[in-house]
């Protein structure tokens, strides 16, 4: 299936009644978007796992050292890669 749509002025756009049936989506539901090569990217219907689900993500990942902004984006990049959302 492919489907196309055009994005507004302030940056949205609508997802087609389709491909909110296929992923199972309501209004007020939240997506995640999964960034693949330059050009493209996916999304998909975010999980239900609590923020509470990211504790620990980057237990042993800092060498002891205070976690630094950079290492906190990679762990939350590598946490919604797995499909956990905040």
Do not use: C, W, Y
Request: proline content about 2%.
């Amino acid at each position: 299936m492919v489907m196309t749509t055009k994005i507004t002025s302030k940056g949205q756009v609508t997802i087609p009644v389709a491909v909110r049936r296929k992923l199972g989506v309501k209004a007020g539901e939240r997506v995640v978007f999964v960034f693949h090569r330059p050009g493209e990217v996916a999304f998909r219907r975010a999980s239900s796992t609590s923020a509470s689900s990211s504790r620990g993500a980057l237990a042993g990942k800092t060498n002891g050292r205070v976690a630094t902004a950079a290492d906190i984006r990679q762990a939350a990049a590598a946490g919604a890669a797995r499909g956990h959302t905040a």
